[in-house]
């Protein structure tokens, strides 16, 4: 690495809303080595994670939204393509005066923006691919393209992820797969006594609760969830139900209206909470019996580690990147997404048997938390970095980057 100075990190989000993958990019953020490395972030202004940026000491510049989604009517692809292409000129610009020597991109959208806006100027650029490839024609060309383009490195949450993404293209070398980590000294091991959470809800101590927690949307499985409660609500009279998140696309907002009226059927309505976005998820996670990840696709899984860690069970689907941290029967519990049956069952099985489900929490604490903190994350990322880090190659001893007349965070 070269001594003259540090080297330049640009990170690109495509939204400014935070979601999972927003959360990671922050904790990038935190754990980078600032005596080595120099972050600046582009994304869209409208949403918290510019001002969540900036706190983490980073540079920010705004971007335009980039509202570029799958589709299939010609009309909704042309809106798409001209929205892509406005924010490559914005990014253009922004990489020729912010002269990075790596770009890290936070999403395949912001990948492929960034690639395109990085043309002609030898940049390479990070694909960190949070979310699995739908089948589609458009994913196929977006694989084609990450192929063909050598200067791309991908990132993958999971090797479930990697594998949905390079499909039968020999990406070999250019692909790594770095979990996600988590800083495991915010979710400290659930203690007995009395639960503040359990208090604001309504549900006590000796009452069994189950909670689901994170963005509400229709992958999330919230819906098949609440419909398994009320199967079973009879048979387990003091079951609870938590649901902590919050809508955070504009286009789920009629899923939750589907979730909310199916959590008013006769015999649960008092027994399904809503408690909204919490800033510290930590409370609901040691207040529950039971973490539920009942998803249809989940690439990674994050908050199963943060439930882990507060030494409780989980209980989730075998999709995506799951089975890479649960282990049926060992350190949780795994059903099979789509079955109906599954759910219910498995519910009430396990809301009977507080032995296995203490066993099992104690072997994840010990066993699988430690596999995904924060700083292994990390550390797996510096050294991704190091094999790119342009200060080791003579190549790429670029000039200092000129003064900016104006900075984001000002």
């Not at 949403?47 to 980039?66: D, H, T």
């Not at 799958?70 to 912010?98: E, G």
């Not at 063909?148 to 070999?172: D, E």
């Not at 989730?316 to 089975?323: F, I, K, L, N, Q």
Request: hydrophobic share 40%; net charge positive; charged share 20%.
């Amino acid at each position: 690495m070269s001594l003259a100075r540090k080297t330049r990190i640009l990170c690109v989000n495509h939204t400014g809303m935070v979601s999972g993958a927003e959360k990671v990019l922050i904790n990038i953020l935190r754990g980078l080595d600032r005596a080595r490395y120099e972050p600046s972030v582009l994304c869209p202004a409208e949403g918290e994670l510019a001002g969540a940026i900036r706190r983490e000491g980073a540079e920010w510049f705004p971007l335009p939204a980039m509202n570029a989604r799958f589709a299939r009517r010609p009309d909704r692809l042309l809106q798409s393509m001209a929205s892509l292409f406005a924010t490559v000129s914005a990014m253009r610009k922004q990489i020729r005066m912010l002269n990075p020597d790596l770009i890290h991109a936070n999403s395949v959208r912001a990948g492929i923006a960034a690639s395109l806006a990085a043309i002609g100027n030898g940049k390479p650029v990070i694909w960190h691919v949070h979310d699995t490839l739908p089948k589609h024609p458009v994913s196929e060309a977006i694989r084609a393209f990450a192929f063909l383009n050598r200067g791309i490195r991908i990132i993958a949450v999971s090797q479930s992820t990697a594998n949905s993404f390079t499909g039968a293209l020999p990406f070999k070398g250019r692909v790594r797969t770095i979990h996600n980590g988590t800083d495991l000294c915010r979710f400290p091991p659930k203690q007995p006594g009395r639960s503040a959470f359990r208090e604001s809800i309504g549900v006590s101590d000796q009452q069994f609760l189950v909670c689901a927690v994170g963005q509400i949307c229709r992958r999330k499985g919230l819906l098949e969830l609440v419909n398994a409660f009320k199967q079973i609500h009879t048979q387990r009279p003091e079951m609870h139900l938590a649901i902590v998140g919050k809508v955070v696309f504009r286009h789920e907002q009629a899923y939750l209206d589907a979730l909310c009226a199916a959590a008013r059927e006769p015999g649960i309505e008092h027994r399904v909470h809503f408690t909204g976005e919490l800033g510290d998820v930590s409370p609901a996670l040691q207040a529950a019996d039971l973490l539920v990840l009942n998803s249809s696709d989940e690439p990674f899984g994050l908050v199963l580690i943060e439930a882990m860690a507060s030494r409780t069970p989980v209980l989730a689907t075998r999709v995506g990147g799951v089975p890479e941290i649960v282990t049926d029967q060992e350190n949780g519990w795994l059903i099979e997404s789509g079955d109906p049956g599954a759910l219910p069952l498995r519910l009430l099985e396990l809301s009977r048997n507080r032995s296995a489900l203490a066993a099992v929490a104690e072997r994840a604490l010990n066993t699988t938390c430690p596999k995904f903190s924060l700083e292994r994350f990390q550390n797996n990322l510096m050294k991704f970095y190091a094999e790119l880090d342009p200060g080791t190659d003579p190549k790429w001893d670029l000039p200092p980057r000129p003064a900016l007349a104006r900075r984001g965070n000002n």
